[in-house]
């Protein structure tokens, strides 16, 4: 699938930290940067090939502090099955084959009028 190995650093912590049974963890960016020797903003770029990838989803969640105001919590991550990814990579692996051979098609096309008009 081409994954950068920053990418399969930070998906590998992702599937340690991850609950067998729900596939979902909570780490922060902080936390993965700590445990894989990155920054917080190469962490985030590598979690969203991950998302690209169709290999992880993320969402945001929120906390309610005990005087009740609302604040951003960690993402949520669920690692989602390899199957899935691998079949979302198979379809834009033929897409890009099929606009290939529709381009060659299309060139094709335009050489044979440009012979026809000389």
Not at 52 to 62: F, K
Not at 91 to 107: D, I, N, Y
């Amino acid at each position: 699938m081409r994954l950068s190995s920053g990418a399969l650093a930070v998906y590998s912590y992702l599937l340690y930290c991850e609950h067998r049974k729900t596939y979902q963890c909570y780490p922060s960016y902080q936390t993965i940067g700590n445990a894989v020797g990155m920054s917080i903003n190469t962490v985030r770029k590598y979690v969203a090939e991950l998302e690209e990838q169709g290999l992880i989803v993320t969402e945001s969640t929120s906390i309610i502090t005990r005087d009740g105001r609302k604040h951003n919590g960690t993402l949520r991550y669920t690692i989602l099955p390899i199957k899935n990814a691998v079949d979302l990579y198979n379809q834009r692996r033929l897409r890009q084959l099929e606009e290939t051979v529709e381009r060659m098609r299309v060139q094709k096309k335009l050489e044979k009028h440009k012979q026809d008009l000389s």
